[in-house]
């Protein structure tokens, strides 16, 4: 019996046979990718000739391509349709990945190979993006260990195995949480909650093969059931148990997990010569120190913290006004927020809500990225992973760019959060067909038959994850090991972040903002007070956001704490965090930061993107145009098409001529800085 993972694919574009591949797949295929990758590193390690970039760099950039096929589509499948199957393998293949990656980057003959040809680089007549690809292997090697003692090499391995493990372990434990939870409503517990949180939370009742309505942990369902329900104690209740995940003392309990990855993480660092953890991970980033990340979030943070303390006053005020004498509390504030939003700009998400289709805003996003970067999409009528996913082939002046994949709805089996990921990166390298690339979020699904409606902010996500995709699509290098989003961490949520500014033009959301009913597109004055509203509430939203960043950075660049939740108690409480503001993510459920290593000490990466996303956007209102076609051109080949082929900052400078400040942003957010009182 062949096995689908193995063979060649014939499909349309190569794209995986998600009809033929079933879960029972993916263990023997991973066995003889692990054995062919093994096998092809060995062969360039004990070759008996000479290095070269072609027999070394080149070759090591071809070695996993099976790997690469298998895993593209395992984690794929493992985040947004996964099965038990295929989470009992994911913590069997955990740390055999972690094993293999450091048996490879402690390979001493392969890691002598790279650093000959290093200490050669100079005389190899290199191209410019060789030579990048060059210093970044090496550059990899030595930050993975390979120049250490036989002895800490060793405990280096088995320091990063065992958190590979514990990463796992922290994801499994919050998807477990998250879905264990639900909260069913009575039909009196169903007052003032808009139709389409009432639809939503029918349809989670449903996909649960419950009656009524529930609301579920995720993000679509509880933030705006903390928005409008006027029931004070099921608010409690449901923000309590979404502050909870991870943090229930059960099985399913991250403290220690948490605990032990901030431990390992300080020795790795001390084993690798920086001081610690969050020195060590920012050396290669633009920000480069802690001190520099900290420095932009505390720019950020007090005159966020000042807003935030004014709006809580305003906000205790109406809630006085209700009768209700309680200090204001976490799972206050959405809900006064949203009634003082009412009352100042006349807005409320659920008269929105009917202007933001699903379908029309993907068309929007489609038609931002053709108008910019000259792109268009076809829908595919191919095999997916799952009936809710679609693809696009991608052109660009009549040539297959790419396949685009949108997985949008919520369902059981996808982990809560949006992402773009993909099933295979862009390169030359192996004449390859251009990546695939998939969106994946957790929009509320409609009840069957009606269109799927976005609120405002996930809307923002669509066009966020969009601007990740198109970079991932539009990207034009040879190797992949610079190719799209593999760029610095802080450098990545630039083309993702700047997208988002292009949902705001107002000829877009004119022209796709149509009502789901009458077709009637979005009325001129219900946009202005959308337009001007986008800067409502920011003091909350960069409070819980930066104390989160604050936190991560504080929790790697010191001594690794006995207690994290008490040392995060008191990073909060030096901070002077408001009391009513939580963190948007709390230790226990910060997967950003313990899932992984992709964000840990590297939250800030978000706000520090801002500061060039906000300072990039204004390129274009300079313009005068928010389409201007050479500046569109230009910030395609300096940043979505350029990968990693240069130093972020290098990038940055190609697009604007200059480096940019934190003003832009704070403008941006409506909080200046000579408000902190
Ligand atoms: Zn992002």
């Known amino acids: 019996m062949t096995n689908p993972l193995l063979d060649d694919w014939d499909t349309p574009f190569a794209l995986p046979p998600f009809d033929k591949i079933t879960d029972a797949d993916f263990a023997p295929a991973f066995k ?32 996993e391509t099976l790997m690469d096929k298998v895993a593209g589509v395992f984690f794929n499948l493992v985040g947004a349709d996964s099965t038990p199957t295929l989470e009992a393998l994911q913590r069997k293949l955990s740390p055999e990945f972690a094993a293999f990656n450091s048996e490879t980057m402690m390979n001493q003959r392969l890691f002598q190979r790279v650093d000959q040809l290093f200490s050669r680089r100079a005389q190899l007549d290199l191209t410019t993006e060789q030579a990048r690809v060059l210093t970044l292997y090496h550059r990899m090697f030595l930050r993975a260990g390979a120049a250490l003692t036989p ?8 320091v990063t195995e065992r958190l590979a493990v514990l990463g796992t372990a922290f994801s499994q434990n919050l998807l477990a949480d998250e879905r264990n939870w639900v909260l069913a409503l009575a039909p009196d517990d169903l007052d003032g909650l808009p139709d389409f949180l009432l639809d939503a939370a029918r349809a ?50 991250n403290g220690e997990i948490v605990r032990e990855i901030l431990v390992l993480r300080e020795e790795r660092a001390h084993l690798l010569g920086y001081e610690d953890f969050a020195t060590f991970k920012l050396a290669p980033k633009m920000a480069k120190t802690p001190a520099a990340a900290k420095d932009l979030l505390m720019a950020v943070w007090k005159p966020a913290r000042a807003q935030a303390e004014r709006d809580a006053e305003v906000l205790e005020k109406m809630m006085r006004q209700d009768g209700i004498n309680a200090p204001l509390s976490a799972w206050d504030w959405r809900y006064y927020a949203e009634k003082r939003r009412l009352s100042e700009h006349a807005l409320n998400e659920a008269e929105l809500k009917p202007y933001f289709q699903l379908d029309q805003m993907i068309a929007a996003a489609f038609d931002c990225a053709n108008r910019l970067f000259g792109v268009s999409f076809r829908p595919l009528d191919v095999p997916l992973y799952h009936k809710d996913a679609r693809a696009w082939e991608v052109t660009k002046n009549g040539h297959h760019q790419a396949v685009f994949i949108g997985d949008y709805l919520a369902r059981p089996s996808k982990r809560s959060g949006a992402w773009c990921s993909r099933f295979r990166p862009q390169s030359r390298l192996n004449g390859a067909t251009g990546a695939i690339t998939v969106n994946v979020c957790n929009f509320a699904r409609a009840p069957e038959g009606q269109p799927n409606l976005l609120t405002f902010d996930d809307a923002r996500t669509l066009f966020h994850e969009f601007g990740h ?198 403008k941006g957010r409506g909080l200046s800085a000579g408000e902190d009182g």
Do not use: C
Request: negative net charge; glycine residues 6%; charged residues 20%.
């Open 151 to 158: 002895a800490d090499r060793k405990r280096l391995a088995k």
């Open 204 to 253: 989670a009742a449903d996909a649960r093969d419950l009656n009524g309505h529930v609301i579920t942990l995720s993000r679509s369902l509880i933030v705006p059931f903390l928005q409008f329900s006027p029931r004070r104690d099921l608010r409690e209740k449901a923000f309590r148990a979404w502050v909870s995940r991870g943090a229930t003392g059960g099985d399913t309990d």
């Open 32 to 63: 003889v990718a692990f054995a062919r990758a093994r096998a092809a590193i060995n062969a360039i390690a004990n070759a008996p000739q000479p290095a070269t970039f072609v027999n070394t760099i080149e070759a090591l950039e071809r070695a």
């Open 469 to 666: 995709a198109l970079h991932s699509m539009l990207s034009d290098v040879t190797y992949p090991m610079i190719s799209g989003t593999a760029v610095a961490r802080d450098f990545v949520e630039l083309p993702s972040q700047l997208f988002e500014h292009w949902l705001t033009v107002p000829e877009v959301l004119q022209k796709y903002a149509l009502h789901a009913d009458t077709g009637q597109p979005i009325p001129g004055a219900l946009l202005k007070r959308l337009l001007a509203a986008q800067n409502f509430d920011q003091g909350f939203a960069t409070v819980e956001y930066t104390a989160s960043a604050l936190v991560d950075l504080a929790f790697h660049s010191a001594p690794a704490p006995k207690d994290p939740m008490a040392r995060q108690r008191q990073i909060l409480s030096d901070l002077g965090l408001p009391a009513a503001i939580p963190m948007r993510h709390a230790t226990p459920h910060f997967a950003h930061v313990f899932s992984g290593d992709g964000y840990s000490s590297g939250y800030y990466s978000y706000m520090w993107s801002e500061v060039m996303d906000a300072d990039a956007f204004a390129a274009f209102e300079e313009a005068g145009d928010p389409f201007a076609p050479t500046l569109a051109a230009r910030l395609e080949r300096t940043i979505f098409a350029a990968g990693g082929r240069q130093e972020a900052d290098q990038a940055y400078l190609a697009f604007r001529g200059r480096l940019p400040g934190v003003e832009a942003l704070l």
